[in-house]
Nanobody, 119 residues
Framework: VQVVESGGGLVQPGGTLRLSCAATGDISSMYIMGWYRQAPGKSRELVAT???????EYADFVKGRATIDIDNRKLTVDLQMGSLNPEDTAVYYC??????????????WGQGTVVTVAS
């Protein structure tokens, strides 16, 4: 099982970020998918998550400017975040909590995609 991120790169201040993530492998159940980030010198922190039931959670620093969209059938999760500022510069990681034939709850992390907010 793995998750693969796409999107990211250089974004201008005030711009919009769009990230996509797809989970692949022998997945029997999908519970949660979402995004975390880690800025230089800081710990990894939650950005936004969504459950298979459609419940969402957003970090305070993105409330009102981010939308997370999960597709249970495609096993994908998209993040759109606007009004970017340099403090949003970080490596963004996709996360999934899934079930497989062998493991009821498996935590899967992506490799990360670099997002740099600069003019």
């Amino acid at each position: 099982v793995q998750v693969v991120e796409s999107g990211g790169g250089l974004v201008q201040p005030g711009g919009t970020l769009r990230l996509s993530c797809a989970a692949t492998g022998d997945i029997s159940s999908m519970y949660i998918m979402g995004w975390y980030r880690q800025a230089p010198g800081k710990s990894r922190e939650l950005v936004a998550t969504a459950t298979s039931a459609g419940l969402t959670e957003y970090a305070d620093f993105v409330k009102g400017r981010a939308t997370i969209d999960i597709d249970n059938r495609k096993l994908t999760v998209d993040l759109q975040m606007g009004s970017l500022n340099p403090e949003d510069t970080a490596v963004y990681y996709c996360y999934a909590q899934v079930g497989t034939i062998l493991t009821q709850y498996l935590h899967v992390w992506g490799q990360g995609t670099v997002v740099t907010v600069a003019s």
